[in-house]
């Protein structure tokens, strides 16, 4: 997956500075658009729903490495758009949000809790057992009520050739590197594509509001394409479970 998001953003990224006119900065949120799905918001509740636990892990390793990935590129980004700071000052700024992002703090105290065995006292472990369990559904509410009233603005001419790159592209590309770079269960190959198949993520949005540009722009990109994933992410549910999905397209 690492290979087919970074393939995807590479083809977002050079389309979005060729139709912004070499704008790094709005094409650093256009890249988003078009290669970072939501893995947090609605990942977890699809994948588990539809392919059962066994999902749990490949989508855990799909989350945390597209966050790491699209925090650290972006403010990159942003720094090699904004040129009024230093090299030296921009990767350092780069390298303290990355570090203390909450997504990527709560991904490595995971990684340790689950590296230890670390068990949480009864109660506790409990109560995390009902938030595990609440936040998928909550996630997906929040992104409802989220993208339901956010007004529909201005359409860039780029939005088309990105949402199509980020519900038919990016899935494809994924099918066609876990069948191919290696040796995958059939499992992690229909959870790798149902992940690249999903819309994208609202932290477009939010980056974008972040750094005060292409705000209007990826506010229309999350919207049209929660929207038209309905008939993309449904197609893709249908393949994984009428199990018509190509798992071994070379070998």
């Known amino acids: 997956m690492v290979v087919s998001t970074s393939f995807c953003a590479l083809l977002a990224l050079i389309l979005a500075l060729w139709l912004r006119r070499g704008n790094i900065g709005e094409a650093a949120i256009a890249t988003t658009v078009g290669a970072y799905a939501n893995v947090g918001y609605m990942g977890p509740g699809l994948t588990l729903a539809a392919l059962g636990q066994d999902a749990a892990t490949p989508a855990a390793l799909i989350f945390a490495c597209d966050s790491l990935f699209f925090f650290t590129l972006v403010p990159l980004l942003m720094g090699v758009h904004d040129?009024?700071?230093s090299v030296l000052h921009t990767l350092a700024g780069v390298l303290k949000r990355v570090v203390t992002h909450p997504f990527n703090v709560a991904?490595?105290?995971g990684i340790v809790s689950a590296a230890f065995?670390?068990?949480a006292p009864g109660a506790v472990e409990r109560m995390l057992d009902f938030l595990k369990?609440?936040?998928a559904p909550?996630?997906?509410f929040t992104l409802g009520v989220t993208v339901a009233l956010r007004p529909l603005g201005r359409v860039p001419r780029e939005l088309a050739p990105l949402l199509a790159l980020k519900l038919l592209v990016h899935p494809f590309i994924a099918l066609m590197a876990l069948t191919t770079l290696g040796v995958f269960s059939p499992t992690?190959?229909?959870t790798g594509v149902l992940m690249a198949s999903l819309p994208p993520a609202l932290n477009a949005f939010v980056l974008a509001r972040q750094y005060k540009v292409y705000v209007e722009e990826a506010s229309a990109a999350v919207l049209l394409g929660t929207v038209l994933s309905v008939v993309t992410v449904t197609g893709v549910l249908y393949l994984i479970q009428?199990?018509?999905l190509p798992l071994h397209m070379i070998r």
Do not use: D, G, I
């Open 83 to 85: 040129r009024s700071e």
């Open 107 to 109: 991904t490595l105290l």
């Open 117 to 119: 065995e670390f068990r």
């Open 133 to 135: 369990n609440a936040a």
């Open 138 to 140: 909550c996630a997906l």
């Open 188 to 190: 992690w190959v229909k």
């Open 242 to 244: 009428q199990n018509l």
